[in-house]
């Protein structure tokens, strides 16, 4: 099993709502954040041009389960790794701790490979390089 890409963040007071933990709609940002370092840490981007085309992953699905709340200055550490990888789409999971370790929440996004030319988006295979990459990460 390979292991997982990890990124530590620090939880900032404008992350927090009235109650002083980390707002949920946060963790999507956080998960978006950690997917690009990962993505990056493999020579990917999320979003580039070949010959004159936009390529991409846009995100067509998240989800995340909330455990324990995170609060302003948490140290949280955000373990990426690739459940499935499909012809034309990539899930990633997103396990989120606390500098004690215990778990505050498991996030999910599903991005898909597109092709944007002018006024169309279209979904395509992904490129055999790209799933190679992404392949090596699976758990």
Request: charged share 25%; proline share 4%; glycine share 6%.
């Amino acid at each position: 099993m390979p292991t997982p890409f990890t990124i530590t963040r620090r939880v900032e007071f404008g992350d927090t709502d009235m109650a002083g933990i980390v707002h949920f709609a946060n963790f999507f940002r956080f998960m978006e954040s950690a997917e690009t370092a990962f993505l990056r840490s493999l020579g990917l981007t999320v979003s580039w041009r070949d010959a004159g085309t936009k390529l991409g992953f846009p995100r067509v699905a998240a989800a995340c389960d909330f455990l324990s709340p995170a609060r302003f200055e948490d140290e949280l550490t955000i373990a990426v790794t690739v459940e499935r990888v499909g012809t034309k789409s990539v899930t990633y999971r997103h396990e989120f701790t606390n500098q004690r370790g215990e778990a505050v929440a498991v996030g999910r996004i599903t991005a898909v490979f597109v092709r944007h030319d002018t006024d169309r988006i279209e979904s395509a295979e992904i490129p055999p390089e790209i799933r190679t990459k992404l392949e090596e990460h699976l758990t």
